[in-house]
């Protein structure tokens, strides 16, 4: 903004150098692709004709940083969570939301499961989700009670069947994703000690997807990703070449547990795979160069 009011006017930068604020957010609400059953909603809902409805879940979360010049609107009494200091709730949205809902998303493509309800309902999903997300809190930088109740709210949304959202759309762009949600997080593991195996793993069987075009059983898979990632995925590239990361020991920390995880997909299978990487439980290993 500021480079923006340069450009008209030093003037007008100065002022809004001096005299405004810009509150940060996090707006958290899932809002699945459209569905034909949409459009009966506001009719059976609220007896109107909607021609464009937006169906969303029902967990909303509002979160406004108290960072203002002046007097503002009293947000909190409509719910929103007034606070001064939002990063853990921008960490615990992109981590446990973001981030899983694509780690959900990725281990469903590769085992042709259309919808993220239907994956988190299996059981070898449903717990290696549940051990996945207390490798992520070991890794985050967040007390560990705000993101316990976080993550159970998390695994609730995602089991909502009423609320249809299809692996395919939250697969979209994944190697965006995995620069901007995912790797991050390995960042965060590997300077905390803990295991990259599990946070690794989703990550690898999206590679195999994307790399032979089909799910485990054969199904055809047509990732919605830049050709340039799709073009290095097929030639055998990995997560540091994917991000064009240079090499370092945590780059191929990260790069040999993703070829590990490769290599079990490819020899155990995906099912099989998931209940070997559940073995442990909540225990996290140490990261291993």
């Known amino acids: 903004m500021l480079a923006y009011a340069v450009e008209i006017a030093p003037q007008l930068a100065e002022y809004i150098r001096d005299n405004a604020t810009f509150a940060n957010t996090v707006v958290d609400r ?23 409805p937006i169906v969303t879940e029902p967990f909303w979360q509002f979160v406004v940083e108290d960072n ?21 709730f921008l960490y615990m949205k992109s981590r446990f939301l973001n981030a899983v809902h694509s780690f959900i998303a990725c281990l469903a493509v590769r085992a042709g499961i259309k919808y993220m309800h239907e994956a988190i309902a299996l059981p070898e999903f449903h717990l290696f989700t549940r051990l996945l997300m207390d490798d992520i809190a070991a890794a985050t930088p967040v007390p560990r009670e705000m993101c316990e109740q976080y993550m159970e709210q998390v695994l609730l949304r995602l089991s909502n069947e009423d609320l249809p959202d299809t692996t395919e759309r939250i697969c979209s762009e994944t190697a965006r994703k995995v620069g ?12 905390r000690k803990v295991s990259m195996k599990r946070i690794i793993l989703p990550v690898a069987a999206w590679l195999l997807a994307v790399r032979e075009g089909a799910s485990e059983s054969g199904q055809s898979y047509h990732a919605k990703d830049t050709q340039s990632a799709i ?47 559940c073995e442990g439980g909540f225990l996290n290993e140490t990261a291993s160069a």
């Not at 459009?39 to 021609?51: F, G, I, K, W």
């Not at 503002?72 to 200091?85: F, H, L, N, Y």
């Not at 901007?180 to 300077?191: G, H, R, T």
């Not at 030639?235 to 079990?264: F, K, P, Y």
């Open 231 to 277: 073009t290095a995925i097929q030639q055998g590239a990995v997560i540091s070449q994917i991000l064009g990361l240079e090499s370092c020991e945590q780059t191929e920390v990260v790069d040999n547990e993703c070829h590990r995880a490769l290599r079990d997909l490819q020899t155990q299978g995906l099912l099989t795979t998931l209940k070997n990487y």
């Open 68 to 88: 203002f010049t002046g007097d503002r609107p009293k947000w909190e009494d409509a719910g929103v969570i007034m606070t001064k200091d939002i990063t853990p």
């Open 180 to 191: 901007k949600y995912i790797f991050p997080i390995l960042e965060d593991a590997y300077s």
């Open 30 to 52: 899932i809002v699945p692709q459209e569905q034909e059953s949409d459009y009966n909603y506001p009719s059976r809902l609220l007896q109107v004709r909607d021609r464009a």
